[in-house]
């Protein structure tokens, strides 16, 4: 009789683990989207169904002031760490391997390993030479940070999709007498952009909920929808930040469900 092949599913007590880990994770996040709703102005009372909180929340100038920052710094970051990564990725693929590769992998993936508090305070000195040096307090501290910071978040996805992709591809149309950028542009890229299209949304979402590099190197004023979010904690909370807290989660499952739906026609 032929042995069935192992499979973790069927130990015991598996789909008890399985059980208590999901509702560790989702129930804490289920409970803030249902309590986004509540009409009572107390966090932890159900006071019935209303939408009164994302009202508050829409009403609320500062809410809106810090959306509208915070989608411009992710967006810049994203569209910056997407095309570094992407040179990144094929000058470190799309090559013969070559002494100091494995330390080009280490330098690239280096925010991933630091602790993110080490990088923020790094930024943060960084960023304030440059200030007394130049006198500028724009958000372009901001985004030259996040864009820092999401670099290797967006090379990952990108390096895999190229370490996937067969090489000889290029070759082919390199021997059809394609030049490089002709090869690239109409074999390689296309090919790739599942790899783009993942590596900048992993940024962008990234970017969108940062707080700590954030917190270090924002100027007065420049609070994006985290940092408010947490400053308003500080003080108290109220149920406007579920409803921003939804609205948040909202959007992150969306651009999933883009992304999900887009590589899935696209393969």
């Known amino acids: 009789m032929a042995e069935r092949a192992f499979s973790a599913t069927r130990l015991p007590g598996f789909a008890t683990v399985a059980i208590v880990v999901f509702l560790a994770l989702y129930a804490p996040i289920i ?25 508050v929340a829409w009403e609320n100038t500062l809410v809106k002031e810090a959306a509208v920052r915070s989608l411009i710094i992710a967006t810049s970051a994203a569209l910056i760490a997407t095309t570094v990564a992407t040179m990144a990725a094929l000058g470190t693929t799309r090559r013969a391997a070559f002494r100091g590769q494995t330390a080009i992998y280490v330098i690239i993936n280096q925010p991933l390993m630091v602790p993110e508090i080490v990088t923020a305070v790094a930024l943060l000195i960084f960023f304030a030479w440059i200030k007394v040096a130049t006198g500028y307090q724009g958000l372009g501290y901001l985004i030259a940070a996040h864009s820092a ?20 591809l290029e070759t082919a149309a390199a021997d059809l007498y394609a030049t490089p950028w002709q090869a690239f542009r109409r074999v390689t890229l296309p090919l790739l952009a599942p790899g783009i299209i993942a590596g900048a949304m992993l940024a962008f979402v990234i970017s969108l909920d940062d707080v700590v590099i954030t917190e270090f190197v924002k100027s007065g004023g420049q609070d994006t929808l985290p940092t408010y979010m947490l400053g308003q904690i500080r003080r108290a909370v109220t149920p406007d930040v579920n409803a921003i807290s939804t609205a948040l989660l909202a959007l992150t499952v969306i651009l999933l469900t883009a992304f999900f739906l887009l590589t899935r026609k696209r393969n």
């Open 149 to 168: 910071f999401c670099i290797p978040f967006a090379y990952l996805p990108i390096r895999a999709r190229l370490e996937g992709m067969d090489l000889s």
């Open 31 to 55: 409970t803030l989207v249902v309590f986004s709703f509540n009409d009572a102005s107390s966090v932890a009372v159900w006071g019935g169904f209303s939408w009164r909180w994302y009202q």
